[in-house]
């Protein structure tokens, strides 16, 4: 008796909250959630851009014509927010300029008095950077017999 008495109550209280109407208001709440994520950020030297002798790299060129060295190096920026990436010449020739480029860009930027920057967006990015050597006034490369050594320091912006 008491199980059909328990199957009855459950059948009428079934029955009548199917029967609510859709044009009635159901309660709701917004909750406003604010979440702070931190910034990361990654630096990889894959390849450094390191000349060890300027003159090892030329010697098949005219050594009074600029010379551009294809993938002279290689970094790896990961990063959750917009990014800044310092390129610091710490070797500086006197008989020529530098210039580095990222290797699928067309605008140089000198390095041949210290620093440069390469801006970013958020994500995982490869970056690969050509050099080009260009000798000053008569000078000519083969002459210089150097180094370019370069350091690398990732900025959030």
């Given at each position: 008796?008491?199980?059909?008495?328990?199957?009855?109550?459950?059948t009428?209280?079934?029955?009548?909250?199917?029967?609510?109407?859709?044009?009635?208001?159901?309660?709701?709440?917004?909750?406003?959630?604010?979440?702070?994520?931190?910034?990361?950020?990654?630096?990889?030297?894959?390849?450094?851009?390191?000349?060890?002798?300027?003159?090892?790299?030329?010697?098949?060129?005219?050594?009074?014509?600029?010379?551009i060295?294809?993938?002279?190096?290689?970094?790896?920026?990961?990063?959750?927010?917009?990014?800044?990436?310092?390129?610091?010449?710490?070797?500086?020739?006197?008989?020529?300029?530098?210039?580095?480029?990222?290797?699928?860009?067309?605008?140089?930027?000198?390095?041949?008095?210290?620093?440069?920057n390469?801006?970013?967006?958020?994500?995982?990015?490869?970056?690969?950077?050509?050099?080009?050597?260009?000798?000053?006034?008569?000078?000519?490369?083969?002459s210089?017999?150097?180094?370019?050594?370069?350091?690398?320091?990732?900025?959030?912006i």
């Amino acid at each position: 008796m008491n199980k059909k008495l328990v199957v009855v109550i459950l059948t009428v209280l079934l029955l009548l909250s199917l029967n609510v109407k859709a044009s009635e208001k159901i309660v709701s709440k917004t909750v406003k959630v604010i979440a702070y994520i931190p910034v990361f950020q990654e630096m990889e030297v894959v390849k450094p851009i390191y000349i060890k002798n300027i003159n090892d790299e030329v010697k098949d060129e005219s050594l009074s014509e600029p010379v551009i060295i294809r993938q002279a190096g290689k970094i790896r920026v990961k990063s959750n927010s917009s990014w800044s990436l310092e390129l610091t010449n710490v070797t500086l020739p006197e008989n020529c300029e530098i210039k580095i480029k990222e290797s699928e860009s067309s605008v140089w930027k000198d390095v041949s008095r210290g620093v440069t920057n390469i801006s970013g967006e958020n994500g995982d990015h490869l970056l690969s950077f050509d050099l080009k050597l260009v000798p000053n006034g008569n000078d000519n490369l083969s002459s210089a017999n150097k180094s370019i050594n370069f350091n690398y320091t990732l900025v959030q912006i």
